[in-house]
């Protein structure tokens, strides 16, 4: 086995076909410019979200239909929960009619401790929605088949991390939020 000191270097090496992203989400951006710009094709499946911003996810996806020799997909796991996979094969299958509305509440524990505390900025992970809720806008968008075309959404920093203190910094991502999409 090889250790490789970055992606360029695996990039580089010629080992691989095929890459997986699943590093912190605001160094998604980076590496997947590399991959996607580098000379030997490599399919890529990078864990969600895809970037942290738009103006980056936009890039990243234009770079990609450029290149016709390799596939870039985003890891949403959630579809393949067997709970979630079995609730979207009875939506799919026609029974329950045409989705009209979609409603997901989830009460959850604070986000889990990570490398170096990375998910505790907005900076870092692209904030909540985008950490952990983007699961739900997607299983939101599969049921009704459909793209939103209208978001608003309200949130705060009411219970969690507010005691929390990393480099001088507490943490700023949201604890609740309602969200019309």
């Known amino acids: 086995m090889e250790v490789f000191s970055g992606h360029w270097e695996l990039l580089e090496s010629g080992l691989c076909d095929v890459l997986v992203v699943s590093t912190p989400n605001m160094t998604h951006y980076e590496i997947l410019m590399d991959i ?12 969600k979200p895809l970037c942290t ?11 990609a239909r450029k290149r016709l020799d390799i596939l870039v997909q985003v890891g949403l796991e959630y579809r393949y929960m067997p709970p979630v996979a ?14 009209k ?6 009460h959850r524990f604070p986000f889990l401790v990570k490398v170096n505390n990375w998910n505790r900025f907005n900076v870092n992970s692209g904030g909540t929605l985008v ?26 920093i009411d219970v969690n991390h507010k005691d929390e203190i990393y480099d001088g910094k507490v943490p700023d991502i949201i604890d609740n939020a309602y969200v019309i999409y």
Do not use: Y
Request: charged share 20%.
């Open 36 to 47: 996607i710009n580098h000379p030997k094709p490599h399919h890529v499946l990078v864990e």
């Open 131 to 156: 950490e952990k809720c983007c699961h739900f806008f997607d299983l939101m968008r599969l049921f009704a088949g459909a793209n939103p075309v209208r978001v608003m959404a309200s949130g705060a």
């Open 101 to 106: 509305m979609v409603a997901i509440q989830e």
């Open 53 to 63: 911003t738009v103006a980056h996810c936009k890039e990243v996806v234009n770079a």
């Open 86 to 99: 079995k609730l979207i094969e009875i939506v799919k299958g026609g029974n329950l009619g045409q989705v």
